[in-house]
T-cell receptor
C-alpha cells in the first residue's frame, strides 16, 4: 500500500507567476483535500475533490483552483502568486467521503514566493 | 466564520510528566479528529470521536469529546521524548470539511 505522494518537494516562484502542485492519493482513496499550512499555524482547508468534482471549498480566492483525474490524483493550481502564498501545501486523501479512518497526508510541497 | 482554538499554544514538560491539550470550537461539531505533526513532518491521523461525551484510549493517550460536542481534549500520561510534536484537533462542521485548530506544540525534556 503506497501513501500519498506530492511533487515537487520544494519550489521557489516569483510574485505574479503561476504554480501547479501535484498529488497522488493513497491506493483505494478517491477523495482528495488540499490544505495550506503557514509556518507555525494549523492547516487551512482550500478545497476537496471527490470523483473528479469539487466537493467543498474554504475561504480561498478563485486564483486557487484544482483538478482531480480519473485515477484520483490531483493538482492544485495557484495563479498570480502573492508573497502571502508562501506556505506548506498539504494534500490529504481519504476513502470516499466516509473518513472514519482519517485523512492520510502527504509530506507536502514547500512553496516560497519571492 | 467557524473557529477552532487550542490551548495551550506551547507546553514544555519533563519526561514522565502528563500533558493535556484542549480544543474549543465556536460551533457544534459533527465529529472531531486529532492529528500529530512531528517537527518538519506532516499531520498523522490519531483518532476520530463522534459521540457526545465519547472517551477513547490509545495506550498512553486519552481523547475526550465534550457533551455539547463543542470541545475536546487529548491527555498524554507519562510523556516520552517520542511524544514531541504539534497536536492538532480538526473539527467537522459539514460545510468546510475539517477545520484545524491552532495546535499545541509539545516539547519533552529528557
Amino acid at each position: 500500500e503506497t501513501g500519498v505522494t506530492q511533487s515537487p518537494t520544494h519550489l521557489i516562484k516569483t510574485r505574479g507567476q503561476q504554480v501547479t502542485l501535484r498529488c497522488s492519493s493513497q491506493s483505494g482513496h478517491n477523495t482528495v483535500s488540499w490544505y495550506q499550512q503557514a509556518l507555525g499555524q494549523g492547516p487551512q482547508f482550500i478545497f476537496q475533490y471527490y470523483r473528479e468534482e469539487e466537493n467543498g471549498r474554504g475561504n480561498f480566492p478563485p486564483r486557487f483552483s484544482g483538478l482531480q483525474f480519473p485515477n484520483y490524483s490531483s493538482e492544485l493550481n495557484v495563479n498570480a502568486l502573492e508573497l502571502d502564498d508562501s506556505a506548506l501545501y498539504l494534500c490529504a486523501s481519504s476513502f470516499s467521503l466516509s473518513d472514519y479512518y482519517g485523512y492520510t497526508f502527504g509530506s507536502g510541497t514547500r512553496l516560497t514566493v519571492v | 466564520g467557524q473557529q477552532v482554538m487550542q490551548i495551550p499554544q506551547y507546553q514544555h514538560v519533563q519526561e514522565g510528566e502528563d500533558f493535556t491539550t484542549y480544543c474549543n470550537s465556536s460551533t457544534t461539531l459533527s465529529n472531531i479528529q486529532w492529528y500529530k505533526q512531528r517537527p518538519g513532518g506532516h499531520p498523522v491521523f490519531l483518532i476520530q470521536l463522534v459521540k457526545s461525551g465519547e472517551v477513547k484510549k490509545q495506550k498512553r493517550l486519552t481523547f475526550q469529546f465534550g457533551e455539547a460536542k463543542k470541545n475536546s481534549s487529548l491527555h498524554i500520561t507519562a510523556t516520552q521524548t517520542t511524544d514531541v510534536g504539534t497536536y492538532f484537533c480538526a473539527g467537522y462542521s459539514g460545510t468546510y470539511k475539517y477545520i484545524f485548530g491552532t495546535g499545541t506544540r509539545l516539547k519533552v525534556l529528557a
